[in-house]
């Protein structure tokens, strides 16, 4: 087994980010995803704090304290960039004017049900953010995971455990062993990452991988 | 017409106990730091505070939080790094917490704010955050029925101002400040720069009709 490592699979999941889309990246691994992206694709990032072109890491020293991404990290603005307040931004996202968004995920079941905001630990406070209304909203939703918890135990589910994000709403995983749609009829592979065989993947897979 | 007043304590001092108050700001941006700590200040207790974020550090409604002012949290999101006042707070039984997906959050508050009786929305659908709420089937797609969210006062963080009580903004310290400004009975805010000209109307965000009072605090965190 090979798992990708974070650049890896940011590197991977930023190959399928078509020239022209409006992108969402949610906190965490996926906003690694922009680095990624070739220079001669123009993709308009959002962060849904109040900004449609979402542009580098500033140097060191020249950070605007009050122009930051959702995960709170100072950044800059592309060329054509915008600010907008709060309802605004919403309505992108719920109004299914962003094409993508790539989130990551505690747990991803085989007819695409999302759990990423909520574990079965009572006495830790639950915070939903902006992830249900992505789901309930954008078109094309790309999860960047591991493939197993640190345990060894799986994400991949026929049915998930943790509290719901969204019903049906993941269109693909990118996992550090593999990438896999999710089609009416379950996951289905689209690729191995390379030293990976799909009896290994699926021995680390509650659900069944179509080929 | 003429909104200023002369300083912080002055502008927060309506708020009496049992108030609820919307915070403006998310992250670190936009936040009105110096109307929190002359809120503080002033005494108020057992406060519903409506914000995006519950704090970090020793900082904003993390203040509050540390001094036991807030009896109530309606947010999206209390759990940032270093969100420790309000993990104890809450770890502890203290605090009453709802939380509410970010966009339903700035839509409930722009319906108060717009006059509307609430909305049907298809976020949180099939979730644990729609139980207990009516649904309905539109156009074969389930939606989530969502009631405004007013409150007594808005506390807000802008740019600019004038007498009149416009608002503009800076980069994303805008987030919720307009929106919270149209559904709150009394909004404050406080700006970095007090202008006596008039601000120029096509750069106004917020117009003056939903701002009651504007202070100056030239600090920018």
């Known amino acids: 087994m090979k798992a990708l490592n974070d650049n890896e699979l940011a590197a991977r999941v930023a190959r399928d980010i078509p020239d022209g889309a409006y992108v969402n990246l949610g906190i965490g691994k996926p906003t690694n995803v922009s680095a990624h992206v070739p220079d001669d694709r123009e993709v308009i990032y959002h962060s849904e704090n109040g900004i449609l072109g979402v542009g580098p890491t500033p140097a060191a020293g020249t950070e605007d304290l009050e122009l930051i991404d959702a995960s709170k990290r100072y950044i800059t603005m592309a060329p054509g960039a915008a600010f907008f307040e709060h309802s605004t931004s919403f309505a992108m996202m719920r109004g299914g004017h962003i094409d993508i968004a790539v989130l990551g995920a505690y747990q991803v079941a085989e007819n695409g049900d999302l759990a990423n905001w909520a574990t079965l630990d009572e006495t830790y406070p639950p915070a939903v953010g902006g992830a249900m209304d992505l789901v309930a909203g954008v078109p094309t939703i790309f999860v960047m995971m591991r493939h197993v918890n640190r345990d060894g135990s799986p994400k991949l589910l026929k049915a998930c455990t943790y509290p719901l994000t969204g019903l049906g709403v993941v269109s693909r995983v990118y996992s550090d062993l593999a990438v896999l749609d999710v089609t009416p009829e379950g996951f289905r592979l689209v690729e191995l990452a390379p030293g990976n065989s799909l009896d290994e993947v699926q021995s680390l897979t509650d659900a069944r991988i179509l080929t | ?221």
């Not at chain 2, 270093?82 to 509410?100: H, K, N, P, Q, T």
């Not at chain 2, 009394?186 to 700006?191: G, L, P």
């Not at chain 2, 006596?196 to 965000?205: F, G, K, N």
């Open chain 2, 1 to 221: 017409m003429d909104k200023r007043v002369a300083d912080l304590a002055s502008a927060v001092a309506p708020i009496a106990d049992g108030a609820s108050v919307m915070i403006g700001g998310f992250g670190s941006s936009g936040i009105p730091y110096g109307l929190i700590d002359a809120l503080l200040a002033q005494g108020a207790g057992g406060l519903t505070v409506i914000s995006n974020n519950a704090g970090a550090g020793e900082t904003g409604i993390a203040k509050l939080l540390k001094a036991g002012r807030l009896a109530k949290v309606i947010c999206s999101y209390p759990r940032t790094p270093g969100s420790i006042w309000f993990e104890r707070r809450y770890e502890a039984g203290e605090i009453e917490l709802e939380v509410v997906p970010q966009g339903t959050l700035a839509e409930r508050i722009r319906a108060a704010g717009a006059g509307l009786g609430g909305f049907f929305t298809p976020t949180a659908y099939g979730t644990r955050l729609a139980e207990g709420k009516e649904t309905r089937v539109i156009d074969g797609r389930g939606y989530v029925f969502e009631a405004p969210l007013h409150a007594d006062f808005a506390l807000l963080r802008a740019e600019r101002g004038d007498r009149w009580g416009n608002l503009s903004f800076h980069a994303t310290a805008r987030n919720f400040n307009p929106v919270m400004a149209t559904a709150a009975r009394h909004a404050i805010a406080e700006v970095r720069h007090l202008s006596d000209a008039p601000l120029d109307p096509e750069r106004v965000v917020t117009p003056g009709i939903f701002v009651q009072s504007v202070v100056e605090y030239g600090v920018r965190p």
